[in-house]
Structures are given as C-alpha cells and as structure tokens.
C-alpha cells in the first residue's frame, strides 16, 4: 500500500508559477512510476506529466510542455509538479498517482495508487 498526498496548490494569477510536492508513505518508493493528472470542473481528469522510477524518463501532455517539470526525490519520497507560466485553462483540481509494475503511463488505469488532489486556481 502506498499513501499519497499532495500539497502546494492555490490561487496565482496567469504567468505566475507553484510547486505542487506530493509525498508517499512506503519503502519503495523508487520502483512506482510517479504521475500527476487534473480534473477541470466540467471535464475528465486528463494526464499531465509522469517520470520514472529513477528519474530518467519523463513524459508531458503537449499543453504543458515547456511550462510545467516533474521531477522527484527518492531520498524523501517525493515528486514534484514544478508549474510555470501558469494560465487559466490550468485551473484543476490536481492528482499525484503511483504506478506499481511497469514504467510511466499516460493513462489513468494504469496507476494503482491516488492522492486526494490539490486545488489550483490561476486567475486571468
């Protein structure tokens, strides 16, 4: 069993950046994949970024790409969604989610492991 939980989220105007971390309980934590994923009101959670085990392998949706960083420390079983260049279409609630068996994915089914999310709101 792998415990999530996300922080770092909040209200920040366009253009302007968070960090969202989450952490996970667990002695592991270097052999799950690590995704974040976000739901806008309205809309079907969709995939965000991933990374590997490791580290060395990172995947980003097309609209984020260039703006927001995944990243992770298995030293304090952590992995983080560093967010800049914020904008409104960004506003979600966001998911951190862990991956047992296999490397990165993009799709929800494949992660067995969900935080509870964190509110991020970027106002234009």
């Known amino acids: 069993q792998v415990q999530l939980v996300e922080s770092g989220g909040g209200l920040v105007q366009a253009g302007g950046s968070l960090r969202l971390s989450c952490a996970a309980s667990?002695?592991?934590?270097?052999?799950?994949?690590m995704g974040w994923f976000r739901q806008a009101p309205g809309k079907e959670r969709e995939f965000v970024a991933s990374?590997?085990?490791?580290?060395?392998?990172?995947y980003y949706t097309d609209s984020v790409k260039g703006r927001f960083t995944i990243s992770r420390d298995n030293a304090k079983n952590t992995v983080n969604l560093q967010m800049n260049s914020l904008k409104p279409e960004d506003t979600a609630v966001y998911y951190c989610a862990a991956r047992r068996y296999g490397g990165t994915s993009v799709y929800e089914s494949g992660y067995d492991y969900w935080g509870q999310g964190t509110q991020v709101n970027v106002s234009s």
């Open positions: 667990g002695r592991t934590f270097d052999s799950y994949a």
């Open positions: 990374i590997s085990g490791i580290g060395r392998i990172t």
